[in-house]
Structures are given as C-alpha cells and as structure tokens.
C-alpha cells in the first residue's frame, strides 16, 4: 500500500497543480477570451517566487504571496494591453506575449538562463499542494456565483448588451485576467517548489495548449468540466504506462475524439443543451394555419 | 561583407522551407477556416515516407520525391474527410485543438515505427560545394531552394490561374455565397488539403536531404514560424506570405550571425507582437475569419 502511495504521489501531486492552473485558466476565461500564455504567467510566478525563496533565503508562503501579486500584475498588465483588440488577433497576442516571456527568461542569466534555474528549496508537499488546490477551486466557484462572475459570463456571451447593461468591459476583463493571473502565479510557485527546477522552454505556448486542451476538452460552461479534463489527461499518460510508446498515441486520439464528438466539451449544462436541440422554425401547428390562411 | 552574405544566402535556404510550409498552413486555413496543426507533421510524414523510398525502392530524386508527395497527399485525404471537415464551421480553437490531438498521434506514431531518435537519410544527390571562394552554398542547400521556389511558383499560379484557384479565392471571401454559385465547397476543401500535403511532403523531402537525417519531432520547429509568418503577412495573399517566410528566414540568420543564436527565436515573436499590434490583419490583409 505505502509503495503504491509513493509510485503514485508524484502523479498526484503533478494532477493537483495541472487542476490548479486550469482554476486559473477557468477564470481567465471566464469573461470569454482566452489567454494562451497560462505556462508564461506561471513560469513569472514560479520564477519569481524560486528566486525570493532559493537566493534572498525568504519562507515559501510570502515568496508564494509575491508569485500571486506577480501573476495578478501580468494578468492585469495583458488585459489592460488587449481589451480593444478582436478575439482571434487577441488570442494570438497572448500567445506571442508567452514566447517573448520564455525567450526573455532564457536570455536571462540571473535566473540560469538556457541552463535552467536549479537549487529551489523543497517546500511543496503532498499538503501544500492539496491547501493550494482547495484555495484555488474555492476562488474560482466563489468567483463563478459572485455579481463579478454573473457579469463576465454577461460579457462573455454578449458583450455588447452587456455594457448596455452597465457593466464595464474593461473592468470585468481586469478583473478575471487579474484573479485568473493570481491563481497561476501560486500554481507556478507550488510547481517550482516541487519540481526543484526551472526550464524556460516550459514557459512557451505549447505547454500553455495543455491548459487549454484541458478548458476546451473539458467544456467552458462549468468549472467541474476543466477540472474533470485536468485529471483525466493529466492522469492518463501515467495510468496508460502499460501501453508504453502507444500512450501518447492515445492521449492524441482522445483528444480528436472529444473535439469531434462533445463539441461543447465533456461537461455540459443541461438547458443549454436542451435548448440547442429544440429544432428551429415555426411549430408545425401554426405553419397549416399559415397554409389554410394562403389557401 | 562576407558574413552577411553567407547569412543572407543560409536565411534565404531555411526561408524558403519556412515559406512552403507556411503557404501549407494558410491555404488550409482561408479555405477551411482551421488551423491545421497536424501540417508541420504532415511534412515530417512527407520527410519520412521519402526516406522509405529512398532506402527500399530507388535513390532516383523524382522517386524520393514523389513517394514523399504520395505519403502526405494520402494522409491528407485522410486527414480531411475524418478530422478537418467536420471541425469546419467550428472556433478557430477548438480546431487548433483537434488537429494538435492529430499532430501528438502523428509524431509520437512516427517515432514508434522509425524509433524516437534522429534516422540518417540516404544522400539522393551528392553533396559538393558550388560557390567556395567568398560564400559557401552546398549543392543541397541550392536543390533545397530550388524545390521551394518551384513549389511556390506552382501554388501560385495554381490559385490565381486555375478554376479550382479561383473557387479557393471565392470560398475565402465568402464560404456561404461560393456555395450559392456551384462552388462544391467539399471537394475544394478536399483539393486545397492534399495540394497543401503534397506540397509539405517534397519539402519535407527536400529538407530531410538537406540535413542528412529525419527526425518524428522535426514538425515542431516548422509549425510555430509557419504559423508566426502566416499572421504576420495575413492570408489575402499567398505571396505575401512567402515574402515574409524569407525574410524571417534572412532576419533569423542574421541575428544568428550579428548577435547571438540564442536570441533566433525571439525576432518571429518581437514581429508578430509588433505587426498584431499596428496592423491586427497582418502587413497585407486577411480575409474575415
């Protein structure tokens, strides 16, 4: 039993943080863009966070409570950058935004540069990483039912009545990139401190597509569906060990099958759904009427 | 001086690559409106399939040539009729995320039957020097840019002089009204992938000669500069797009030579970040997404 446990810690631990980060990402998204340098803000909280705690010798929670200030400022600073700029080109601004953080840490040498920052103290054990899972989580439902979360759904799908109504775009998308940036900067902290180690090619946008995969695979329309995504893929390549080479194979193939066949993602709400499949057009009652009428 | 013409000359030859597969992208994506991540491991299959022939059939060029052309082309159909067609219509993300589900299955695919580490690729032509006095270029590195500009200069004409060119530029105006005027919207769709696939096979073959090896994960390098390039020039015209594909190329060896490899990276992504913010739809327009 005790050498499962440990077999499985590190899968455990690595599945916490991946379910944190897409706590961040949830909320972030949740005034309806997306931001694709999720790794990017993590890396600044993660960095930020090793250097305070590996060569200023600071304790991990203030280090980590910088991380979050870091993340919220970044967050704050790409929202406030790409409020007026149209969906698709702002997706791609964060992205580029991402690559430029990574190639900028590693020209850094301060912080190891190419070489990686090394010799981060271990502070995130199985506890840390489950009271950061737990805060995170609890941000993000409290978010989802708070008036902010109601407005940044509001401007998320409508965006125009929405500022009819009062509500402030600008605002709503500070707000969540901010809390969402928040979330990721502790998910990046935590993440260094258990991984002891800190590579700038894990900053670029291909591992900030894994966060999306998990928000998009998951469904965006509620919180448990990321999470849900998060677990499952993150857990899968390690549960799939037996299948060797193939796991990645199918770790692939699920994900063409979830975008091919759950559209909206694998959890969905109920009425929306329901509403969606109610067929268009005139019941078919007042079409005869319309056809009697014409006769 | 010297320098920078051998830098100009090694820009242009990775340029030239970087504008296949980025002309790849961008028709894929004006016609069907999805991103195509799969590409660059189209080319990578391309590479591949090439090397095959190489070793089992015949080390004539054309035949390298063709079986990488072959072997793209197909699992384009494929690719098409299973996973990009019903992706069409969709989030321009969603379709990012798909087609990266396609392009983790493809590697790792490919690195399960050639194994995970770089494999040698037979010399089809022999290597000689053709210009050493000031600036040295290898006689690959020339068929390399050859390959590319014949590609391009075929793709170019294909889409402004043919019928199926035509219908790939009303279809990237307007899908809706090219199918109200008999524009069989499937079947260009169909077309554009396996043109976009074979084109990306040759390439591939072309680089996999041009660096002696093959490699699963090679796609990876291509994908975001293709991409960056096809952003940065907008897709209203393919040449644009293969102008700015060299000149990222030229830029990159440039800064490679003059300041330091390590900051190669970063000139696709401090352009992109400068183009999207002075001028959103790229330096020669898009068409609405």
């Excluded at chain 1, 007026?84 to 580029?96: G, P, W």
């Amino acid at each position: 039993m005790m050498d499962s446990y440990l077999h499985w810690q590190p899968v455990i631990v690595i599945t916490l943080i991946n379910v944190m980060l897409t706590c961040g990402l949830y909320v972030t998204a949740m005034s309806g863009q997306l931001s694709l340098a999720t790794a990017a803000i993590a890396g600044i909280g993660g960095y930020t966070a090793a250097v305070l705690t590996t060569n200023f010798g600071w304790p991990f929670l203030p280090a980590t409570a910088i991380a979050v200030l870091a993340g919220a400022l970044v967050g704050t600073f790409v929202a406030a950058v790409t409020v007026k700029m149209r969906e698709f080109i702002l997706k791609l601004t964060t992205l580029a935004f991402g690559e430029a953080v990574a190639v900028l840490a590693f020209n850094i040498d301060y912080i190891g540069g190419a070489n990686s920052f090394t010799g981060i103290p271990f502070y995130s054990n199985i506890w840390v990483v489950i009271g950061g899972t737990a805060i995170a989580i609890y941000l993000a439902r409290r978010f989802d039912g708070s008036r902010l979360g109601l407005a940044a759904r509001a401007v998320r799908d409508d965006p125009l009545a929405a500022s009819a109504m009062g509500v402030s775009i600008l605002w709503t998308r500070i707000v969540t990139f901010a809390l969402g940036g928040a979330i990721v900067g502790a998910g990046g902290s935590i993440q260094a401190h258990y991984l002891l180690i800190l590579n700038p090619h894990e900053l670029g946008f291909f591992i900030s597509l894994t966060y999306i995969i998990f928000l998009l695979v998951g469904g965006m329309q509620s919180l448990w569906g990321p999470l849900l995504a998060a677990v499952v893929l993150t857990a899968l390549p390690e549960i799939s060990r037996f299948l060797a080479d193939y796991r990645m194979i199918l770790y692939g193939f699920v994900i063409v099958l979830v975008v091919l066949f759950r559209p909206e993602g694998l959890l969905t709400r109920a009425p929306t759904r329901t509403a969606s499949r109610r067929p268009a057009g005139p019941p078919p009652g007042r079409t005869q009427a319309a056809r009697a009428r014409s006769l | 001086m010297d320098l920078f013409l051998q830098q100009l000359v090694n820009g242009l030859m990775i340029g030239s690559t970087y504008a296949v597969v980025a002309i790849g992208f961008a028709l894929v994506f004006t016609v069907l409106r999805v991103i195509n991540f799969a590409h660059p491991d189209i080319f990578v299959l391309g590479m591949f399939t090439g090397l095959l022939a190489a070793v089992h059939l015949s080390d004539n060029l054309l035949v390298v040539a063709a079986c990488g052309a072959l072997g793209a082309a197909l699992f384009g159909l494929v690719l098409e009729r299973v996973v990009l067609r019903p992706l069409r219509e969709r989030d321009v993300l969603m379709t990012l995320i798909g087609t990266l589900g396609v392009a983790i299955m493809l590697q790792n695919g490919m690195a399960k039957l050639m194994g995970p580490d770089p494999v040698a690729f037979p010399p089809v032509v022999p290597v000689t020097l053709l210009l050493s006095e000031r600036i040295i270029v290898t006689s690959t590195q020339a068929l390399n840019f050859g390959i590319s500009i014949l590609l391009l200069i075929a793709v170019s004409f294909y889409v402004r002089k043919t019928r199926f060119g035509r219908a790939t530029r009303a279809i990237a105006e307007r899908p809706d009204v090219a199918a109200a005027f008999g524009v069989d919207v499937n079947l260009v769709s169909q077309v554009t992938v396996v043109i976009a696939s074979a084109m990306a096979g040759v390439a591939g073959v072309s680089v996999g000669m041009l660096y002696g090896s093959a490699w699963a994960f090679n796609g990876l390098l291509y994908g975001l500069k293709a991409f960056v390039c096809m952003l940065v020039a907008g897709n209203r015209y393919f040449e644009g797009v293969i102008l700015v594909a060299l000149a990222l190329g030229v830029i990159e060896a440039l800064v490679t030579g003059y300041i330091s490899s390590s900051y190669r990276d970063v000139a696709a992504f401090v352009i992109l970040i400068g183009v999207l913010y002075f001028r959103p739809n790229g330096l020669f327009g898009s068409y609405a997404v």
